[in-house]
């Protein structure tokens, strides 16, 4: 398997609307603060379920105008991808970032998260950050293997909706780490 990871461009523009897929809920990051440092424990559900976001609908000509699309392909077809959005301070912001379920485990991510650095680096970026669902556990634990920290917690961004109970844990790669 020979994987390439580039930036999208208008050639091949119409590869920033991969499909979501599914992936499994199976536990919860649940980080701590003590004053000075995060911590976290985990807790694994006794019932998996399955969720999937449902599909954007990108517009490359919008989106490119403040963001770098990354592409994770296979031959022409695209398997991944990250969407690295202008940062308001120095870090990037990670939008969306997903992997096709064919090729998950094999190390696409991280290659992806490589090439996003050396992308905000050149734009004089000290890190990336970005969010996950506290109850998507695979995901944090991917932030956390991929060498990001958690950096914030938003407890209220879901209150008034049928998630309520989920929290957003905000996690940065800072790259002098």
């Known amino acids: 398997m020979s994987i390439n990871i580039k930036i999208i461009t208008k050639a091949n523009k119409d590869a920033i609307n991969i499909k979501n897929e599914p992936f499994e809920l199976f536990g919860r990051l649940i980080p701590k603060y003590d004053g000075e440092e995060w911590t976290y424990d985990v807790e694994k559900f ?11 609908s990108y517009n490359f000509d919008e989106i490119n105008k403040d963001a770098v ?3 994770a392909f296979d031959g022409d077809k695209c398997i991944g991808l990250g969407i690295f959005k202008e940062g308001f301070f120095k870090y990037m912001y990670l939008y969306d970032f997903k992997v096709d379920q064919a090729y998950r485990g094999k190390g696409i991510g991280e290659e992806l998260i490589k090439e996003a650095q050396k992308i905000a680096q050149e734009k004089d970026y000290i890190g ?6 506290d109850n ?8 956390l293997k ?7 917690l938003d407890t209220k961004v879901y209150n ?12 940065y790669l800072d790259f002098s780490e």
């Open 160 to 171: 008034g909706t049928s998630q309520a109970d989920k929290k957003d844990i905000i996690f």
């Open 69 to 71: 699309c990354l592409g």
């Open 146 to 152: 991929t060498g990001f920290k958690i950096g914030g």
């Open 128 to 133: 990336i950050y970005t969010q996950g669902q």
């Open 136 to 143: 998507n556990l695979g995901a944090c634990l991917f932030y």
């Open 46 to 56: 006794e019932k998996i379920k399955t969720m999937c976001f449902p599909d954007e």
